[in-house]
């Protein structure tokens, strides 16, 4: 879609930042994964891969989620090293698990909760849980938390079931329309990308007030925009290099 200067500075770039701080892991993946879907595009745009990867992707973090909810199973164990109740954001390595803890905290105050319906309503806007487990109070409260680094964690402990449900469903739609509905390859990659966001709001990706936040519903909304999906590559082209 670009001409090969701005393909390659944008490349360099990205390598660039990925391989800056190892230990950094969201800026890492959040350029490693772009560069993985665009490598890997020649067997994304077959529709049989396309629909295993989306149902495989939707499900992936639900069935885990479950496993560690009934104790079954817990990723975060299996892929780092021994969790802590405290971690040093300083010194943290790339395989420390920095994230048992407030799973932990979250799932305890709503799965575990003595009221019937905070399973299914969460804590409200306003929530807040003990770290118990985590160690680490949010600023302005004692042994108190009112956000996590998981962003899916966040609607769990504001909305419960239904909360993860709706955001969910919302960002899902997104990928699904981008995915199967386009006919462009860049909305495509759009589609995967969303995909991937939903996968990783289990481990962070929270949304707050930064740019981020503001480029991740930009892109969703992207994805449910008609007008950007029926767009041909020819016309995806030029309108990609009217901002160049």
């Excluded at 909760?113 to 849980?129: A, D, F, M």
Aim: hydrophobic share 45%; with cysteine.
């Amino acid at each position: 879609y670009i001409k090969k200067k701005y393909f390659f500075i944008i490349v360099i770039t990205a390598l660039a930042i990925i391989s800056y701080d190892y230990d950094r892991r969201s800026v890492m993946l959040g350029y490693l994964v772009p560069l993985i879907i665009l490598l890997g595009y020649p067997f994304i745009r077959v529709k049989l891969i396309r629909t295993c990867m989306f149902y495989i992707g939707a499900l992936i973090p639900i069935i885990l989620l479950f496993l560690f909810v009934t104790n079954k199973f817990n990723v975060f164990r299996f892929m780092g090293e021994e969790y802590s109740v405290s971690i040093d954001e300083n010194t943290r390595q790339l395989t420390v698990d920095s994230r048992t803890g407030i799973y932990k905290d979250v799932t305890e105050a709503i799965f575990e909760s003595n009221e019937w319906y905070i399973p299914y309503i969460g804590l409200g806007g306003n929530g807040k849980v003990k770290t118990t487990n985590n160690g680490a109070a949010s600023v302005g409260f004692e042994n108190l938390r009112n956000t996590q680094e998981a962003g899916m964690l966040n609607y769990i402990q504001y909305g419960g079931i239904w909360g993860m449900i709706a955001y969910g469903i919302f960002i899902l739609t997104a990928s699904y329309k981008a995915l199967f509905k386009s006919k462009n390859d860049f909305m495509i990659m759009m589609g995967a990308f969303l995909l991937f966001k939903f996968l990783y709001s289990f481990i962070e990706d929270v949304i707050t007030l930064n740019a981020h936040t503001y480029y991740h519903f930009l892109w969703i909304g992207m994805c449910f925009n008609t007008r950007l999906r029926n767009m041909t590559n020819q016309q995806i082209k030029i309108w990609i290099n009217s901002f160049l």
